[in-house]
């Protein structure tokens, strides 16, 4: 074998490379890529000169990385690499066909946690497999659901020749965001007739929860001695928690509203963990419509909260789809506003117009004035511009359509409560499977609660059993999207479940 040659890349590392040739003068020549060939002086040049002191061999995973230049020892290791304890500095033709050959993100890691759950039913090869945490609507055939109102706005909008293409301003369509947080509050409501509510128009919901996250960073009580805390609930603790982490916070906990021993909603602890809170705390109300709780509890939350001073952060991703009723489901949100709190809301209308890859959301903004909105949304546009500008337009434009057009209104509407009829009777299909099947346990659960989502009650080993036995992809804590079971595969889940409770033992509600 020839002789390998030494690349110096600085005073940590040098390749060696089996692509050269020793040339009559005693020198070795690299015959790099693409015809590029670079002279490179011999080892014994080195050592005169005092550059290189004894070798040691790489021969560990566990490698150094060089300071001055950000490449590991790993990096390196397909060439050759060898360590010594003092290298003189490269020549800088070497050390730029070297870092051709490298790429600067070699150290970035592969990371599989975003869409584990999705990315395992989607290797599954079995036909039987069946995914329970789809986050839009889905059809009795699995299909996506697009409202068909929609389907009709969208053809008016395409045949409007007064239409053009120009940018949005910075926080949006002004008519978009005044129909969608009337569509939250109430046009009755006190905090939009006194115009100190009003919306930023972002990208989802999760842009509004972001831009929120991040200017309650940045203005919401600075002067605290202390780093604020932000409650959040563990149902959504996985996809929020990221957002304020994000935005600077460091005081992040976690509180439950549904007691997975009971099957049943935890008022008496959410209270508790309000009731120790820090004053002025931040606490992200989840899909409201959605918790379970009474109008009793929420008065009583609103009371507590407003007692301790915390800043109320409510998200809401589908108005609507509880009760079938767009008021009914406001109906906390409208409570706190007419309590005269101060606080956000994020909206998201992916579910409810099935407008999912269009990404439309709404901040909502209640002030304690119009002066106070007015710079609140100043900070707001400030922060938008920086993010991505202005947003974008189609979806808005569908929704504004629809919700400022009486006829239009009334047809979604109907679709709404349409839809949410089917998800209450694929709950109550559910329960009936199961009580025919002799499922151990009490499945009464599962028809009191509401909305898209709802926890099973199983463990984390029957969760694991229906994946690993039965193709079945849920939560580990045994929340499914009830939009995800349709005719098709309700058998099958309520079979699955079955064999997973007698499997593994028993259910949440027979631990007690």
């Known amino acids: 074998m020839p002789p390998q040659i030494h690349l110096c890349f600085s005073h940590r590392l040098r390749a060696e490379h089996q692509h050269q040739e020793v040339c009559g003068d005693g020198r070795r020549r690299l015959l790099g890529t693409s015809g590029l060939t670079e002279n490179v002086e011999d080892d014994a040049e080195y050592e005169a000169r005092g550059g290189w002191l004894a070798e040691e061999s790489l021969s560990s995973a566990v490698v150094e990385e060089d300071t001055s230049l950000g490449i590991s020892w790993g990096q390196l290791r397909p060439f050759g690499c060898k360590r010594r304890s003092r290298v003189n500095p490269a020549r800088s033709s070497c050390l730029r066909w070297a ?4 790429s600067l993100f070699l150290d970035v890691p592969l990371t599989r946690e975003v869409d584990r759950l999705l990315d395992a039913y989607r290797e599954d090869p079995s036909p ?3 995914y329970l945490d789809h986050r839009d609507c ?4 699995g299909k996506v659901w697009v409202c068909p109102t929609v389907r009709q706005t969208l053809l008016q909008i395409a045949n409007d020749p007064t239409l053009d293409h120009e940018y949005l ?3 949006g369509s002004p008519e978009f965001t005044r129909a969608a947080t009337e569509l939250a509050l109430g046009r009755e409501s006190r905090a939009v007739i006194e115009n100190r509510a009003g919306g930023v128009h972002t990208v989802g919901g999760t842009g509004a929860v972001r831009i929120g996250a991040e200017f309650l960073r940045r203005w919401y009580n600075p002067s605290s001695p202390s780093p604020i805390a932000v409650y959040i609930a563990l149902a959504q603790w996985d ?3 990221c957002i304020f982490q994000d935005a600077g916070f460091t005081e992040i906990r976690p509180y439950h509203y549904w007691d997975t021993v009971r099957l049943a909603v935890a008022i ?3 209270l508790e963990v309000l009731e120790s809170a820090p004053a002025c705390s931040i606490v992200v109300l989840h899909a409201p419509e959605e918790t379970g709780l009474t109008l009793k509890q929420w008065e009583e939350v609103a009371r507590v909260m407003g007692r301790k001073r915390l800043f109320p952060f409510f998200d809401v991703p589908a108005q609507g789809l509880a009760s079938g009723d767009l008021d009914r489901d406001a109906w906390a949100l409208r409570h706190f506003v007419a309590q005269g709190f101060e606080l956000f809301c994020a909206q998201s209308f992916s579910k409810t117009f099935g407008l999912y890859d269009e990404r439309v959301g709404n901040l909502i903004v209640v002030a304690r004035d119009n002066e106070t909105l007015v710079g609140i949304r100043s900070q707001l546009q400030k922060q938008v511009t920086g993010t991505w500008a202005t947003p974008a337009s189609l979806g808005a434009r569908v929704i504004t359509t629809v919700l400022n057009n009486p006829a239009l209104l009334n047809k979604w509407k109907q679709s709404l409560r349409m839809l949410a009829e089917k998800i209450t009777l694929i709950r109550e299909k559910l329960k009936e499977k ?7 346990g009490c499945w009464e659960h599962l028809t009191a609660q509401s909305g898209t989502r709802s926890f099973t009650g199983l463990l984390p080993s029957q969760v694991a059993f229906l994946e690993k036995h039965k193709h079945i992809y849920l939560l580990g804590s045994g929340q499914v999207s009830v939009c995800s079971i349709n005719s098709h595969n309700l058998d099958y889940v309520a079979q699955s479940i079955n064999e997973a409770v007698r499997a593994q033992g028993l259910s949440w509600a027979e631990t007690e």
């Open 99 to 102: 870092m051709a050959a490298l």
């Open 128 to 130: 039987d497999k069946v």
């Open 138 to 141: 889905q059809t009795e055939t």
């Open 169 to 171: 301003p910075v926080l």
């Open 239 to 241: 996809s929020l928690r």
């Open 268 to 270: 008496e602890e959410f």
């Open 434 to 440: 199961l009580r025919i099947l002799g499922t151990p």
